[in-house]
């Protein structure tokens, strides 16, 4: 730099990345509308209400062997203990089962465990012979039964509301008598990516053209269950078609989500357009990098939010900033992403003034366990492909200008 700054002059003029979540956040109001389906169906949603057990669990009783019920007050003080096999609990079976004083019963895990026996013999340490078991160690009371209640009570909580019902959550609720469950209803999205250069790909390119690879990028990011999408595809950088389709989006979309078209460039039209159909543009400007043209903001109930059209920004910015934002809408409560900790596997220069993400690899680890992060490139935000081959990113806090090889730094791990 000519006047020896190494600082970006304009960095002051925005807004930090966590004034900008927070900001972003402010304006994702959580979805309202919910509707109850059948446990099946419900999976992958966003749960909408608290959940507690319905019942004890486990509801009763069992064993948690395959082996022998006994009662530990038929037992003297003999050295090896003699009893005869009076009956079966299998698991299944409804656990009323009645044996004369001074017997066992086969039992089987999960099964009930019948009044009065009150401990289970493993089958291992048991010798059987002639319909009747003998065993030297004396079992204390309770050993390998799971009694009724002990894991949770009916009425405990298991869940709360704002989860994504994944394969955890599912078994929770299964075990818990959830037949249905109440879920917000899906988010409708609407995306589309702004460009008269961009094609499809397997389509011939012509000059000047290239191929749309943000549209692609999204459809992978909104492949969830939560999220009713309408792609809108790209669209010329045409304002009454750009804004066409922005206002039929606004009408009919929970959250609008484009690409491109947000910069400061004469075929930006997006700031503008937005306004015009009576957006209130929240953020127009962030202090990171990749993503400085990044906006956001409400037109109505819907929730808009413009990705800079630089594949690698549009991929940083939606984790870091609109990611966040979509899943507060859908319902979810949030979970910050903790950062792992890594250290540089080389030394960094920068310009300070916006906090950056940086494309990374692992490059083997520290003495102590710790990744060591090789950076890919110092000018990346176009290079997709490069992301590809990424295993993260790095966060470069916003005033540093130099670090040594071995400093700790923040890693987001793809
Ligand atoms: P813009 O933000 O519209 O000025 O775009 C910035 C850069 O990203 C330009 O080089 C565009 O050609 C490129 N770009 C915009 N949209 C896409 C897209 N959907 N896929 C790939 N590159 C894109
Ligand atoms: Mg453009």
């Known amino acids: 730099m000519a006047d020896g700054c190494a600082c970006d ?13 927070d900001r972003g956040l402010s304006v994702a109001d959580p979805l309202t509308g919910t509707e109850t389906l059948p446990l099946t169906q419900a999976i992958g949603r966003v749960l909408a209400e608290d959940c507690a057990s ?42 009323t089962h009645t044996a004369p004083k001074g017997s066992a019963l086969r039992i089987f895990t999960g099964a009930p465990v019948p009044p009065e026996f009150d401990a289970v013999l493993m089958q291992e340490d ?7 078991i003998q065993f ?12 009724a209640g002990e894991d949770l009570k009916a009425g405990a909580p298991i869940l709360r509301r704002g989860c994504e019902i994944g394969a955890r959550e599912a078994a929770a609720l299964a075990a818990s008598g959830y037949g249905e ?29 290239i191929y749309n690879s943000n549209r692609y990028m999204l459809l992978a990011l909104l492949n969830k269950p939560w999220v009713e999408l309408t792609d809108r595809g790209p669209v010329a950088d045409k304002p009454a078609l750009l804004e066409q389709v922005l206002r039929e989006a606004c009408e009919t979309s929970d959250l609008i989500i484009t690409t491109g078209g947000v910069s400061v460039g004469d075929e930006d039209h997006m700031p503008r357009l937005f306004s015009a159909i009576g957006g209130q543009t929240e953020v127009m400007k962030v202090a990171m990098k990749p993503g400085k043209p990044i906006m956001f903001g409400r037109c109505g109930d819907a929730l808009y939010v413009g990705l800079p059209g630089n594949p690698v920004s549009a991929y940083v ?24 900790h890594a250290v540089l596997a080389e030394p ?10 940086r494309p990374v690899r692992i490059d083997g680890t520290a003495p102590d366990g710790t990744p060591r992060l090789r950076l890919m490139a110092a000018s990346y935000s176009g290079r ?24 700790r730094l923040d890693f987001l791990r793809f």
Request: include cysteine; aromatic fraction near 4%.
């Open 9 to 21: 002059r304009h960095a002051h003029m925005y807004l930090t990345v966590s004034d900008a979540l």
């Open 54 to 95: 319905k019942l004890d669990m486990p509801a009763f009783d069992n064993s948690a062997m395959d082996g022998y019920a006994i009662r530990t007050s038929d037992l003297g003080a003999e050295p090896v203990f003699d009893l005869p096999v009076a009956g079966r609990v299998a698991a299944g079976d409804s656990g």
């Open 126 to 132: 048991c010798d059987v012979l002639n319909g009747r």
């Open 136 to 147: 030297s160690h004396r079992p204390k009371p309770g050993q390998h039964i799971r009694r």
């Open 181 to 209: 469950v109440e879920v917000y209803r899906k988010l409708k999205v609407t995306i589309f990516s702004t460009g008269s250069e961009l094609r499809q790909p397997g389509e011939p390119l012509e000059p000047g053209q």
């Open 317 to 340: 910015t939606w984790q870091i900033i609109g990611a966040q934002m979509m899943a507060r809408r859908a319902g979810l409560h949030r979970v910050e992403r903790t950062p792992e």
């Open 348 to 357: 960094l220069q920068r310009r300070a003034g916006r906090q950056e993400y």
């Open 384 to 407: 997709v492909a490069l992301l590809a081959q990424a295993d993260g990113l790095a966060v470069i806090p916003a005033e540093t200008e130099v670090l040594p090889a071995g400093h």
